[in-house]
């Protein structure tokens, strides 16, 4: 039996905007089960990054594979879920009918339901208030709520903990290694010198 | 559970007619647009009914395409700012697909009032009664052709700021065929000839651009978004 190809695999990664090197060269594996910490300061290309692993933004130099496959972002549909600066909330909608809309598009998670997910990230009482009404914060968690509906495997968070308390923090953790445990990976980007995750994380350094 | 094209399809055209629901003042805009143009034509010309008779087909058309355009410059635009075009394309469903559905929900919710109010409009300029039909006929194939052509153009443009400007000077070769053959059916009617031929023209374009519009669409989006 030969071994199983990583979830993400990415050689000498590199991009370049109008000539001038964003990142790179990134080498790094990402298996199942595993957290990654995507570290860097402002402007270092951790979103370049993020929306590279998607499939939205191209190679630009060097490999990238998901389960040994070039990553392309046809083939990737479902399997990855992001969430970037912009959450994806339509602010006109409440959140339980961000959530329907989110589970119509990518499918549910067995054994979860938009009720549960949102009580889960402290949204109960606010299912039916228009997104737009909410605090930053609880557009946060409200994007977090469809992280948990949504069967993809691979997460790419950008930036999850800003805007979030002290306990919108614990959460995030929360369901990021809920997610590992359960087989997924999960790519978390952070500007922060200190890291929030439990226990040493995996580290991509990025440089300016 | 996994999700199907099918559900995918309810969902997003559930949530589009939702918020389009939600911000029905954006709904009227072209409607009244189109009310004030029709108003204003016969006070700039005079109440001659031949000759109000003579161009208001022309009129009618123009109006509900120019109307259209207000609103075509927001069709993606939402989503691109708020990020949910990037859920779409991380969803498993076929962009292309998802794009239609759009399309589909921006004609909706934007071209179909239009033609609703256009037999009033056609009576404020004394269009013949027998004539309204063909006039309704017309739209109901001219306007879904301009949506899938603008959703094109809108795509390609989405990368840009101010796309406006460049929108509309793209859109303009585009949009004359399509008014010549709505019109041309109209005053071929009011003149009591067959009016068949432009109308089947129409037809034909407007499937060839069914089928290659979400997918032009989708390509150019995603070169939009990939920059």
């Known amino acids: 039996m030969t071994a199983e190809a990583p979830l993400l695999h990415a050689r000498a990664l590199c991009f370049s905007r109008q000539e001038e090197r964003v990142f790179g060269p990134l080498d790094f594996k990402v298996a199942a089960g595993d957290i990654v910490l995507v570290e860097g300061d402002n402007g270092s290309g951790k979103t370049t990054l993020m929306r590279i692993l998607t499939g939205i933004l191209h190679v630009d130099e060097g490999t990238l594979e998901l389960e040994g496959k070039p990553l392309r972002n046809i083939d990737a549909a479902g399997r990855i879920v992001f969430l970037g600066h912009q959450l994806g909330l339509k602010a006109d909608l409440s959140p339980l009918e961000n959530l329907r809309v989110a589970e119509g598009l990518a499918g549910r998670r067995d054994g979860v339901d938009a009720m549960a997910v949102l009580r ?8 039916d208030e228009p997104v737009r009404r909410l605090s930053a914060g609880q557009k946060k968690r409200a994007a977090l709520a469809r992280l948990m509906l949504v069967p993809a495997i691979l997460w790419l968070l950008d930036e999850p903990y800003a805007n979030l308390d002290r306990e919108g923090i614990a959460l995030v953790n929360r369901l990021v290694q ?5 087989g997924g990976a999960a790519l978390v980007s952070s500007h922060g010198t200190v890291t929030f995750l439990g226990g040493e994380p995996r580290m991509i350094r990025m440089h300016a | 559970m996994t999700a199907t094209a099918g559900a995918a399809c309810a969902a997003l055209l559930r949530r589009d007619l939702l918020l389009a629901w939600r911000r029905r003042g954006d709904i009227a805009m072209p409607v009244l647009y189109a009310l004030i143009v029709a108003t204003l034509f016969p006070f700039a010309l005079g109440p001659e ?4 008779q003579r161009i208001a087909g022309g ?6 395409l120019l109307a259209m355009l207000l609103a075509l410059d927001a069709m993606f635009r939402g989503d691109i700012e708020d990020g949910s075009l990037e859920q779409l394309l991380l969803a498993p469903q076929p962009l292309a697909l998802m794009l239609a559905i759009r399309i589909f929900a921006h004609w909706v919710t934007t071209a179909l009032p239009l033609i609703i109010i256009s037999p009033l409009l056609a009576g404020m300029l004394h269009l013949p009664t027998p004539v309204m039909g063909v006039l309704v006929v ?10 899938l052509i603008g959703a094109i153009l809108v795509a390609l443009t989405a990368g840009t700021r101010r796309s406006g400007m460049l929108l509309a000077l793209m859109l303009l070769p585009l949009c004359v065929p399509v008014v010549i ?44 978004l990939d920059a």
Do not use: N
Not at chain 1, 178 to 182: L, P, Q, T, V, W
Not at chain 2, 199 to 223: D, E, K, N
């Open chain 1, 120 to 127: 889960e990230v402290g949204l109960s009482g606010y299912e």
């Open chain 1, 178 to 182: 809920a997610h590992a445990d359960r």
């Open chain 2, 49 to 52: 009914e031949a000759l109000l």
């Open chain 2, 59 to 64: 009129v009618i058309l123009v109006t509900v």
């Open chain 2, 138 to 147: 017309a739209l109901l194939l001219a306007t879904p052709l301009l949506s």
């Open chain 2, 181 to 224: 053959f709505a019109a041309g059916a109209v005053a071929a009617a009011q003149q009591g000839l067959p009016w068949v031929a432009p109308i089947a023209w129409l037809g034909a374009a407007l499937v060839l651009a069914l089928v290659l519009a979400p997918l032009a669409c989708a390509a150019a989006l995603r070169i939009a």
